[in-house]
């Protein structure tokens, strides 16, 4: 089986029709065998359940979705989960375990890249606050310049923190990582240190927080009552969790605190708030 996800910088991409690539996983035997990320090159609503069908694709997870662009996915044979959120690598996990909710249906409602965008229906543009993005695919503007800004790159990489532990490795996976140079897949001072390499150059950089995931959003903590929420009391703080927003929208949370009355969860990135370093090798650019 062939699973599409929409996909930008390790997350499912919220609106179909502007996603910037596509994650292909291909799962054998309820386990993903390969993945690869497929750039989509500016290609817009109506031509991309096409791409996907080229691709063989049999299941479409994506966030933001139009009623012109379920039909045209149910008209290609794609199933199609609508709504989803998070890290890509999880949604996929949900789909082999049976536990992410199927929503086959136009459910394009929500705002998206932290710009304000709306999302509206078929052929309509796309107005970002400077006005400049139009006509169905909106693609992020790169904030730098270099030899390798709009080209498909492949790099190795393994990132640390700041006490030398590991926390990730393509040389481990034995694959390197693919992705578009300055279209916003990759975290900020990843994908700028990246964008003036040559084939075969080897860097190593530190990120402060502001330049990887950010600094924790206290917005991002959810109180609730552990009375309102089934099952919540069988949990523990440290216990990664899916819930589901009023939309149905499933998204990745960790519980950060509990009481005998109340639970907390924190909705941030796991990376929030954290300098991280890569060592990375510019393995190819297309």
Same mark, same amino acid.
């Given at each position: ?32 065998? +390969? ?17 996907? =069908? ?14 012109? *662009? ?5 008209? *290609? ?15 996929? =996990? ?26 509206? +229906? ?14 169905? +695919? ?23 923190? &700041? ?8 040389? &481990? ?11 916003? =897949?990759?975290?900020?001072?990843? &994908? ?73 969860? &924190? ?20």
């Amino acid at each position: 089986m062939r699973v599409a996800v929409t996909y930008e910088n390790g997350n499912v991409f919220p609106h179909f029709g502007r996603t910037p690539a596509f994650k292909v996983y291909e799962i054998e035997d309820g386990k993903v065998v +390969s993945s690869e990320v497929l750039p989509t090159n500016g290609t817009g609503h109506g031509a991309l359940a096409g791409f996907l =069908q080229n691709g063989s694709i049999d299941v479409l997870i994506c966030g933001g979705i139009g009623g012109g *662009a379920v039909n045209a996915i149910n008209g *290609a044979g794609i199933k199609l989960y609508a709504g989803a959120s998070g890290n890509t690598d999880d949604v996929i =996990q949900m789909l082999i375990d049976g536990t992410l909710p199927e929503i086959g249906e136009a459910n394009c409602d929500h705002h998206h890249h932290g710009e304000g965008h709306d999302c509206h +229906s078929e052929g309509e543009g796309c107005h970002g606050e400077d006005g400049g993005c139009h006509g169905g +695919s909106c693609a992020p503007q790169p904030e730098f310049t270099g030899r390798n800004v709009g080209k498909t790159c492949r790099v190795h990489y393994r990132g640390t923190f &700041d006490d030398g532990s590991q926390f990730d490795s393509s040389y &481990d996976r034995g694959q390197p990582l693919e992705f578009i140079c300055g279209a916003g =897949q990759m975290i900020k001072g990843f &994908d700028k240190a990246v964008a003036d390499m040559e084939v075969g150059q080897v860097i190593d950089v530190h990120l402060m927080p502001e330049e990887a995931y950010g600094m924790p959003d206290p917005n991002a903590m959810i109180k609730l009552n552990i009375a309102q929420l089934a099952g919540s009391e069988e949990l523990e703080v440290g216990q990664h969790v899916v819930l589901t927003n009023s939309m149905g929208h499933p998204f990745r949370v960790v519980v950060a605190e509990k009481t005998e009355e109340t639970i907390t969860f &924190d909705a941030n990135h796991e990376m929030a708030g954290k300098e991280l370093n890569f060592r990375i090798e510019l393995v190819e650019v297309k």
